[in-house]
């Protein structure tokens, strides 16, 4: 069974700090891992990674795979009060690749 | 239209009771999806479909659930003789084509079965 894990579960910081979050993986046949903000209900796209050791940037976020040990990180550097979230990993597997496997998500509070 | 429409975004049904609940995807995108999500977890893959028809129905939690898209367009998730344990956010994803990329999420429809 596909299996993704983030840690931590939750984080509390206070604006201007750097966070990174962190998610592992154990699939087959692995396609590409995705990462989504989730404010209210709608989970909304931040990156796709299908290559090791690319990072993908974003203006304050950033974020990189490693296929070799199955994880990825998300940065995000001087943290904002509008960056309070939940963050989801999540891992396409399989000759479709349409179906994506979730982990529970990363809750961020930034205080003020 | 502009995003993906769910609707209801909050319904509350007596355990017993069948409940419809409605996504309207992004015009032009042949894929739709749908996931529910339960507290503190993240979302789990329940149905995809390619234009009309079910491609993959493989995580419906059984025959109490069922979904359909008549015409390619809405879709409507159906679930009968709801229990306690049904309550969740469902939600509607539509994509251009049957892949991961181009993915965009809708609000969701928050479930109670009391």
């Known amino acids: 069974e596909d299996k993704v894990v983030q840690s931590p579960l939750s984080l509390v910081v206070h604006e201007g700090d750097t966070v990174t979050l962190n998610c592992s993986y154990e699939v087959t046949n692995f396609r590409s891992l995705l990462w989504y903000k989730q404010e209210k209900k709608a989970p909304t796209f931040l990156f796709m990674l299908?290559?090791?050791?690319i990072e993908k940037k974003s203006g304050r976020l950033s974020s990189i795979l490693d296929k070799k040990e199955l994880f990825s990180i998300l940065n995000i550097t001087a943290t904002q009060t509008g960056d309070s979230a939940v963050y989801l990993c999540?891992?396409?597997?399989?000759?479709?690749?349409?179906?994506?496997?979730f982990g529970k998500g990363t809750k961020l509070s930034v205080i003020p | 239209g502009a995003g993906v429409s769910q609707t209801p975004s909050n319904k509350v049904t007596e355990k017993g009771k069948y409940v419809e609940l409605r996504c309207d995807p992004i015009?032009?995108?042949?894929?739709l999806y749908w996931y529910r999500q339960s507290l503190g977890q993240g979302p789990e893959f329940l149905i995809y479909?390619?234009?009309?028809?079910?491609?993959?129905d493989s995580g419906l939690p059984n025959d109490r659930f069922f979904a359909v898209r008549p015409e390619g367009s809405v879709s409507t998730l159906k679930i009968q003789r709801t229990e306690r344990g049904d309550s969740a956010v469902y939600l509607c994803?539509?994509?251009?084509?049957?892949?991961?990329?181009?993915?965009?999420f809708g609000s969701g429809t928050r479930l109670t079965v009391v």
């Open positions: 994803a539509s994509s251009p084509q049957g892949r991961n990329y181009g993915y965009t």
């Open positions: 299908t290559s090791s050791g």
């Open positions: 999540a891992v396409a597997s399989g000759a479709g690749s349409y179906q994506l496997t």
């Open positions: 015009s032009g995108h042949t894929a």
């Open positions: 479909f390619q234009g009309t028809g079910a491609a993959d």
